[in-house]
């Protein structure tokens, strides 16, 4: 079902639909911002010998698994969106690959995240690298879909 055989109301809405998916996978990016602040903190607080926030693990550690289940659904939003309007899934090809990298990073980073048991885990810095790495997609993420918007 493309954009051609959707009732009127529902090609009207698309438009409304594609900002609304663009300002929440923007409020989600801003969670993981954040997941990234206390991430660091966390870190910088046990690479200095001192005892990590307490605080800060515990908004870490509940708020992770949250963000990844939000920016899986933002991708399935937006790639339903895609097919309903345009027919297709690959109408924005750059932007498709990148949040399908964003969900394959988000799958990675929940993995990592569940096998940091102890203090000295050695899968800290992977999950940090990988943070970083979600991070950087998101934004090119951002950019690619305010060209696609705008």
């Known amino acids: 079902m493309s954009g051609d055989t959707l009732p009127l109301w529902a ?3 698309i438009p409304y639909l594609a900002l609304g998916h663009g300002i929440f996978n923007l ?5 993981f911002i954040r997941q990234g602040w206390l991430g660091l ?6 690479q200095n010998g001192t005892s990590p926030p307490q ?12 963000a990844a289940l939000l920016g899986s659904v933002g ?5 339903t969106l895609v097919f309903f309007d345009k027919g297709r899934l ?5 932007h498709l690959w990148g949040g399908s990298v964003i969900v ?18 050695p ?12 991070l950087g997609l998101y934004l090119v993420q951002c950019f690619l879909g305010l060209g696609i918007l705008l």
């Open 41 to 46: 903190a966390i870190r910088q607080a046990r």
């Open 75 to 79: 991708f399935l939003a937006g790639i």
């Open 90 to 94: 690959v109408e924005y090809p750059l």
């Open 55 to 66: 605080k800060a693990i515990r908004n870490h550690r509940r708020t992770g698994p949250v």
């Open 11 to 13: 090609r009207q809405l």
């Open 123 to 134: 899968y800290r810095t992977p999950h940090a690298c990988l943070g970083l790495l979600l």
């Open 104 to 121: 394959l990073a988000l799958g990675g980073l929940y993995a990592l995240s569940r096998r940091i048991k102890e203090a000295e885990s």
């Open 27 to 31: 409020l989600v990016f801003g969670i």
